[in-house]
């Protein structure tokens, strides 16, 4: 049972686009949810997060949006450059739980 | 500072062997966190450490895994007569995480596992 959902396998978007991966969820019991970027070879990066108390955070070119009555979430990338093409995972956790839970990421391909 | 460390990078082995990997965590980080990653998945968590003890194992998927702390700071997780299907990316992560707020964790390279 995927707790982490997103739909989305890949995404390819113009350079100076904007770049929306979604993410949808079924547990109500998250608390956090985390965003992660991995190059090829590399480990998973952490790169913006939100508490299920707030609805939106910002962070330079890189904002999430959080619907919790949709258990729904995105990240949006503006504008999107090359370098931020990789896979983008999608992560939660509850307050007291350590483990994070992992959608299936979504490859991104910016295209110059 | 040094981030997460792993090694091997990659190891081939042969089905029913035993094999050990490595991960030194970032120097202070309390949390130690083992994940697997297969093709086409997202990681699949499988055994946290606070301090020295497995504060939570459940995601182990039999007992031919297990994982050791023993002072605290470097891990091992320890695979006995693998299967194919252990083939994977091995990953550890380390957290200071103080119980609030967000679990953000640090993430090593990782170890590919091939099991032939």
């Known amino acids: 049972d995927q707790q982490v959902k997103q739909n989305s396998p890949s995404l390819s978007v113009q350079e100076g686009r904007i770049s929306i991966l979604n993410c949808d969820y079924t547990?109500?019991?998250?608390?956090?949810f985390l965003w992660y970027k991995k190059y090829p070879a590399e480990g998973p990066t952490f790169l913006i997060s939100i508490s299920s108390i707030k609805d939106k955070n910002e962070d330079g070119r890189f904002t999430v949006f959080l619907n919790k009555s949709a258990k729904h979430l995105s990240l949006h990338i503006v504008p999107s450059q090359p370098g931020d093409s990789a896979v983008y995972f999608c992560?939660?956790?509850?307050?007291?739980?350590?483990?994070?839970?992992w959608g299936l990421g979504t490859s991104l391909a910016v295209n110059p | 500072g040094a981030g997460v460390s792993q090694t091997p990078s990659n190891k081939v082995t042969e089905k029913g062997k035993y094999v050990e990997l490595r991960c030194d965590p970032i120097s202070g980080h309390t949390a130690l966190y083992w994940y697997r990653q297969s093709l086409g998945q997202g990681p699949e968590f499988l055994i946290y450490f606070q301090g020295t003890g497995a504060a939570d194992d459940s995601g182990l998927p039999n007992d031919r895994f297990f994982a050791v702390r023993p002072e605290g700071s470097v891990s091992t997780l320890k695979i006995q007569r693998t299967e194919r299907g252990d083939s994977a990316v091995y990953l550890c992560?380390?957290?200071?995480?103080?119980?609030?707020?967000?679990?953000?964790?640090?993430f090593g390279p990782g170890t590919r596992l091939t099991v032939l």
């Open positions: 547990n109500s019991m998250f608390d956090y």
């Open positions: 992560a380390s957290s200071s995480w103080p119980g609030q707020g967000y679990n953000e964790q640090f």
């Open positions: 992560a939660a956790h509850t307050g007291n739980n350590r483990k994070l839970i």
